[in-house]
């Protein structure tokens, strides 16, 4: 069945002239949108009549407890690119930019990796995280850079790649997880897990499984009381929907992939209670600025 649009005495828009596109653009100023003759024509500031267009900086956009969480000024990530093509550089100057940006440790020789820890750390303070990538062809390589990880200081990972979750992955987020003076749960290891299938977001958006929490008791690295508390916090607080993206890919397109993911955290923070939700961020096949 085929429904006509109403018929009205003026167009149901107006068209755009090529200075107001150009007051679209400035991003950073105010503007009224009235009816003109054939066209919509813009003034800056707030008028009493028409339609108002509020400025939008790039620091606006995104969830601002993101922003907060990891010390950001825009809530932009670089993802981190295996064998150092996201290298320190790349890190630091997002890091500087007030992004927040990863190094690329999937195929890299530990001792490199430690050297970027060396060099990130030694960036005036500024925000950055390491790849964990899962690695089931080799697992020792996986534990052997959490060991890093864990020794050197760093507090954030991006788990790429992972089907399901693995023990070290569990070890390095529950490491050091205690219960605040204010009765919150404190995690000062974060996992920003990112993926492309629902069922793997459901596992990053679910607490630590429990064998693994009982393993890590048995070999003394949690206590019970902190096996407790990591069963009542996600694994990751932050996912990335990865769309189509430029490397090994799940052909999912984002706009589907995305509110999917987003119905999912609903869904599980219902359901759980968490006293923070898990974030989801959108990442691959955004393309342009444009297409943004």
Do not use: W
Request: with cysteine; glycine share 10%.
């Amino acid at each position: 069945m085929t429904i006509a649009a109403p018929r009205t005495p003026q167009p149901l828009y107006l068209p755009f002239s090529e200075a107001a596109a150009s007051c679209l653009r400035s991003l950073d100023r105010a503007y009224t949108v009235v009816p003109g003759d054939g066209a919509a024509v813009f003034t800056e500031g707030r008028g009493r009549d028409g339609a108002f267009v509020h400025p939008c900086l790039p620091g606006s956009l995104g969830d601002p407890a993101f922003l907060a969480a990891h010390g950001l000024r825009f809530a932009y990530v670089g993802g981190s690119m295996a064998n150092g093509i996201s290298s320190t550089e790349l890190a630091e100057a997002l890091g500087r930019a007030g992004m927040l940006g990863f190094y690329g440790a999937a195929g890299q020789p530990v001792e490199e990796v430690e050297k970027a820890i060396d060099r990130l750390r030694s960036a005036d303070g500024i925000p950055y995280g390491f790849n964990l990538i899962h690695s089931p062809s080799d697992p020792a390589l996986e534990t052997a850079l959490v060991d890093l990880y864990l020794k050197r200081g760093v507090r954030l990972v991006e788990a790429s790649a992972f089907i399901g979750l693995t023990l070290p992955l569990i070890r390095f987020r529950t490491a050091g997880i205690r219960r605040a003076a204010d009765g919150s749960i404190e995690t000062p290891n974060r996992v920003i897990g990112k993926v492309s299938r629902v069922e793997v977001a459901e596992r990053f958006f679910s607490p630590a499984p429990e064998k693994f929490l009982k393993e890590l008791v048995s070999r003394g690295e949690l206590t019970p009381e902190q096996a407790q508390l990591a069963s009542l916090v996600p694994v990751a607080e932050d996912v990335t929907a990865e769309g189509d993206s430029g490397g090994h890919t799940d052909n999912r397109p984002l706009v589907n992939l995305l509110p999917t993911i987003i119905a999912l955290r609903d869904r599980i923070q219902a359901e759980r209670g968490y006293a923070r939700a898990p974030r989801v961020g959108a990442g691959g096949g955004i393309a342009t600025p444009e297409a943004a």
